[in-house]
């Protein structure tokens, strides 16, 4: 559940990049057009004043998406330790201040997996060996119904995909089914964040870092995401305590043992009124 803003959220700029960018470019006939391609811009990570890691992203959100970094790499425990966040696209960083100042976080990035996901992601420290303690709410339900109402939703979006492409998607979703009989209310889907990047791993990062921002719970909201279902996607949902996972891609097998280890509810080749239900079949009714 949502909870009330606190007095110590942190400064923020709000320097959002332009998604696309036009190109010319000839096609097959030799016929010269104006198309719009996908951003991609670095940004360097700096939290007071030592540099941490680069990013490469479409610059939609870049404060969430530093904030999200951070919080899925349990390099910062809290939002209340973030006193701001500065992002200058005139040298493509951005500058997280901490509350008590001087962060050293080398000893927590001395070890690092390279992950699957796209610009290769990495996961910081032994977030691998803390699979075990994450618990996700059982009492959590979804039902058929608002699993399709959240793929049409999400269908119906304007996104910079059916623009421009080569980019991933991630929603984070409250899906509400009322019940009932034969004359029961059709079930619905509100898109709380969407968020697009040139990574998967910097989608579901900012969307995280707009969680903690706004201090919205998980528990009883769906992950959507148009990349697939890995290792690394599956323990960034699980963080977020997010019961649910729906992709329209496929899976890993480490994302499939990972998603039973932790009991997430895992959808995949999800589109229209197809899917396939993986894992976590008794959150969900058919």
């Known amino acids: 559940m949502e909870q009330a803003l606190p007095d110590t959220r942190p400064d923020l700029t709000a320097a959002r990049r332009d998604a696309t960018v036009d190109v010319e470019a000839l096609d097959e006939n030799g016929h010269r057009s104006t198309v719009a391609i996908a951003g991609e811009h670095p940004l360097t990570l700096y939290v007071d004043r030592r540099e941490l890691v680069t990013l490469m992203t479409l610059g939609q959100a870049p404060e969430a998406l530093a904030l999200g970094f951070l919080r899925n790499q349990r390099l910062v425990d809290g939002i209340d330790q973030i006193a701001a966040v500065h992002v200058d696209w005139e040298v493509d960083a951005v ?35 803390e699979v075990d303690a994450i618990r996700l709410p059982r009492q959590a339900r979804l039902s058929q119904r608002s699993l399709y109402a959240l793929l049409d939703a999400v269908r119906r979006r304007e996104t910079v995909y059916k623009q421009a492409g080569a980019v991933h998607g991630c929603a984070l979703v409250r899906c509400i089914d009322p019940g009932g009989g034969e004359d029961r209310a059709p079930a619905s889907a509100d898109v709380l964040y969407y968020v697009e990047d040139v990574g998967r791993h910097n989608a579901v990062d900012t969307i995280a870092g707009h969680m903690w921002l706004d201090r919205v719970d998980g528990d009883d909201k769906v992950f959507y995401t148009t990349g697939r279902l890995t290792s ?22 480490m994302g499939y043992r990972i998603a039973r280890q932790v009991g997430l509810t895992m959808i995949g080749r999800a589109a229209n009124t197809r899917y396939l239900l993986f894992t976590g079949a008794e959150r969900f009714d058919r």
């Open 95 to 129: 500058a997280v201040t901490t509350r008590q100042g001087g962060a050293d976080f080398s000893a927590r990035t001395a070890r690092r997996t390279v992950t699957t996901g796209c610009g290769q992601g990495s996961v910081f420290g032994s977030l691998m060996e």
């Open 232 to 253: 690394e996607m599956v323990i960034k949902c699980a963080q977020m305590g997010v019961p649910f996972l729906v992709s329209r891609s496929g899976l890993t097998e």
